[in-house]
Every structure is written in C-alpha cells, then in structure tokens.
Antibody
C-alpha cells in the first residue's frame, strides 16, 4: 500500500525540541520531493518545509527558518523534521506530503498528492 | 508571498445541488493552482491540479476552472460525502507554497 506514516509528536514545553519522522512505503521514496505541512487546531493549512529527492534543495517557511531542520534518509525511506526552540504557535498537526510527480514525463507538478495522517505537536507549559 | 482568498467562508447547500467555490490570488499564478478536500480528522486530499486537471480517482462531478487570479471549483451535484472543507493552493511562485483559508461546505 502506498502510504506515509508520521510519528514523533507529543507534548513539549516552550523552548523544547522534538523530532518528527515520516515513514514512506509502497512507492519509490528516493524519487520524490517531500514536504512538511502543518495545521493548527481549527485553522487552515500552512506549508512548513520542502526537501528535494536528493536533498539538493531545501526551503523553509519564514515562521520556522532557523529553528526547524528538514532531512531525509532515502535508504530508510524516511523523512524527518527536527524542531528546536518550540513556541506555542507551533502547536499543530504536522503532515508529511509528497509532491505530485509524473514519471512518464519526468515532471513535477508542485502540489501534494499523498499525505500522511499527521502527528500532533502540542507546545505548552 | 502570494495570498489566496477563498469565498464564501461557509457555503450551505443540499445534496443534489451545485456548489461553486471561489479562490482569488493576490497576483497572477497562471494556471498553477490546486484544490484539496479535507474532512474532519483526515488529511487533505488532492482533487484538482493545474486549475482544471482532476487528480487520480477523483469523480467527474468535481471540476476546476480559471487562470490568472480567479479560480473556481465546481461540484456539479453534491453527494453526502462532499460536505467538507476545501482549500486552494498555488505553486506558481514558491517558496512559500500558500493555501487559501478554506471554504466550509455544509449541509443545509
């Protein structure tokens, strides 16, 4: 089955750290560009970070730059998000999301065609 | 950063009716716009990409149109399972990817 499964969320105090993981299965993970997207309780979607398939390109939202680090291990079919200096406003469900890739045309459509179920991060004292 | 504004915030309709949702961009995004559906407790699902292309497995009652700054998602005849929150997302100018604030489609 093609799927993404996030883990690593939980309750952390302001200023603390957390590392999220996303396990991919059922597809060639190393071929795909990946992202983290978050959703605060009752709010909309916010893109957090992007990493290209070979880790050549990495981008962050202004709200997390300098505090969060995205990485991947293609040998382990896994995506990660290291979150440091956490704030209350980082409280959200964090989703990993795959970029839509047309293998027949070797072309990326820069949208998210596969999402995990998410992992909840709560930052509170 | 491109801002996407969705309207209305809430749309109340009955099953069988036609739904029209709008997404307006603060500057042209050409046709690089997608629509997602999200049900409570679930991840978003890609419905439409490049303004008018249905994603794999999406029923034909969902259609998208528009280019430049004005886009529309149309659901031709609402099924009970279509009541959800819908988001638009642009990929013309990123990073950052940006999403609209969402339209809640509720049962009347």
């Amino acid at each position: 089955e093609v799927q993404l499964v996030e883990s690593g969320g939980g309750l952390v105090k302001p200023g603390g750290s957390l590392r999220l993981s996303c396990a991919a299965s059922g597809f060639s993970f190393s071929t795909y560009n990946m992202n983290w997207v978050r959703q605060a309780p009752g709010k909309g979607l916010e893109w957090v970070s992007y990493i290209s398939s070979a880790t050549s390109y990495i981008y962050y939202a202004d709200s997390v730059r300098g505090r969060f680090t995205i990485s991947r291990d293609n040998a382990k079919n896994s995506l990660y998000l290291q979150m440091n200096s956490l704030r209350a406003e980082d409280t959200a469900v964090y989703y990993c999301a795959r970029v839509l890739y047309d293998s027949s045309a070797n072309y990326n459509h820069w949208y998210f065609d596969l999402w995990g179920r998410g992992t909840l991060v709560t930052v509170s004292s | 950063e491109i801002v996407l504004t969705q309207s209305p915030a809430t749309l109340s309709l009955s099953p069988g009716e036609r739904a029209t949702l709008s997404c307006r961009a603060s500057q042209s995004v050409s046709s690089y716009l997608a629509w997602y559906q999200q049900k409570p407790g679930q991840a978003p699902r890609l419905l439409i990409y490049d303004a008018s292309n249905r994603a794999t497995g999406i029923p034909a009652r969902f259609s998208g149109s528009g280019s430049g700054t004005d886009f529309t998602l149309t659901i031709s005849s609402l099924e009970p399972e279509d009541f959800a929150v819908y988001y638009c997302q642009q990929s013309d100018n990123w990073p950052p990817y940006t999403f609209g604030q969402g339209t809640k489609l509720e049962i009347k």
